[in-house]
């Protein structure tokens, strides 16, 4: 007795303050696992699905980002060291390490990098044990334990002997359906984002182009070229400042959508109703308006004066992949110089062009107010997960 009171205790001196009534164990005793690493399967066009580390995220399968197939004939040598079946969870040991995805279909191949666990029956639930690998407690101990330098990964018996709180089997099983619960939640959110974007990107090729109006708008477009009605300015070095004056237009706020870097001067100056073209660059052709600032030399500043600026931003967005066809230069692709001359633009009177750029802010407004609140939704399971997956919460069984 007194050897298990010690052992208890040594249990949870290694973990962070859990429960009394919480076991702290490894994960090699709480699974089967099988690890995929070893020779590269032959690929080919179709076949059985093969599930790599790319199409692993954050707690699903992704199978648009990555599709491909193993022969049906080479499926059984493939998988002889265990078969996927619904609910095992997946975790990728490197290139990335530690995205974890739960199985949603057994008509699949496992390729390298990949470890299946299955918790054991009755102890440790599936769906507990995907929450688990996806808390920040784990991923910081992945992190200790991890090897490599430019790519980081997990040798196997390093995430086997990993530690992990676990309550008893039917507080797992509350606390993976509360968890489940927000997921659906975020998951019917970025559904419904989707939509919203199809729509957008529909209803966008439709009242740019004319093919439908607007209620009380009448009267023949016309088609210009483009520097028939802005006036162009190509952005300049910015020296960057602590706390400087001007916002900088630059790389880093085209990435994150954030002013990160500051300027005391601001050589070339743009205004809220200017358009932004991103000139060189693997995304040239790249345009957006509504910001103030000092212009990058990356961008160049479309001074819109006989167009509105968001009906032209948006039917630079409704072509940004013919702009970007159009690009030149061996190393770094640019926008060509003589674009301003043969990019036309097929427009209405200003008025209607305002009420046009008017239904499509409303749009966007929508879209960003979605993903806003899809955001809050999954900082708040995060907080509730390091909440649910510590005991500092409990459940009522």
């Known amino acids: 007795m007194l050897a298990n009171i010690s052992q208890k205790n040594e249990q949870r001196k290694s973990s962070k303050i859990i429960p009394q009534e919480w076991e702290v164990k490894k994960l090699k005793d709480l699974t089967t696992y099988?690890?995929?690493?070893?020779?590269?399967?032959?690929?080919?066009?179709?076949?059985?699905?093969?599930?790599?580390?790319?199409?692993?995220?954050?707690?699903?399968?992704?199978?648009?980002?990555?599709?491909?197939?193993?022969?049906?004939?080479?499926?059984?040598?493939?998988?002889?060291?265990?078969?996927?079946?619904?609910?095992?969870?997946?975790?990728?040991?490197?290139?990335?390490?530690?995205?974890?995805?739960?199985?949603?279909?057994?008509?699949?191949?496992?390729?390298?990098?990949?470890i299946k666990f299955r918790g054991e029956k009755g102890v440790l639930d599936n769906t507990y044990l995907k929450y688990h690998l996806l808390s920040n407690e784990f991923q910081n101990q992945l992190l200790k334990r991890a090897i490599g330098t430019t790519v980081l990964g997990i040798q196997g018996k390093e995430l086997h002997n990993i530690k992990i709180p676990l309550p008893n089997y039917r507080e797992q099983l509350k606390i993976a359906s509360i968890l489940s619960t927000w997921d659906k939640a975020i998951e019917l959110k970025e559904k419904l984002i989707n939509q919203k974007k199809v729509q957008k990107k529909g209803l966008m090729q439709k009242l740019l182009t004319g093919e439908e109006r607007l209620p009380g708008f009448k009267g023949n477009w016309k088609e210009v070229q483009l520097d028939k009605v802005v006036k162009k300015t190509k952005g300049k070095a910015i020296k960057y400042v602590k706390d400087g004056k001007y916002p900088a237009i630059d790389m880093d706020y085209l990435q994150s959508g954030e002013f990160k870097n500051f300027s005391d001067e601001a050589v070339v100056f743009a205004n809220k109703s200017d358009v932004l073209l991103l000139w060189d660059g693997s995304r040239a052709g790249k345009a957006f308006t509504g910001v103030e600032g000092s212009v990058g030399s990356t961008f160049v500043k479309l001074e819109c004066k006989a167009i509105n600026n968001v009906f032209l931003q948006k039917h630079m967005e409704m072509n940004e992949l013919k702009i970007q066809r159009l690009r030149e230069g061996s190393g770094i692709p640019h926008v060509p110089k003589d674009f301003l001359q043969y990019y036309k633009v097929c427009m209405p009177n200003i008025e209607e062009q305002d009420a046009i750029a008017n239904v499509l802010i409303n749009m966007d407004k929508n879209i960003d107010l979605l993903e806003k609140e899809t955001f809050e939704l999954k900082e708040q399971k995060k907080g509730l997960m390091q909440l649910l997956l510590t005991g500092k919460v409990r459940v009522k069984l």
């Open 34 to 114: 099988v690890d995929y690493r070893g020779k590269t399967p032959t690929k080919v066009e179709q076949g059985v699905f093969l599930i790599t580390a790319r199409n692993i995220k954050e707690g699903f399968i992704d199978y648009k980002v990555s599709k491909e197939y193993v022969k049906v004939d080479d499926y059984e040598s493939i998988m002889r060291r265990g078969k996927p079946k619904v609910g095992d969870v997946l975790i990728t040991t490197e290139a990335p390490m530690g995205n974890v995805a739960q199985i949603d279909r057994e008509d699949i191949a496992l390729a390298q990098r990949v």
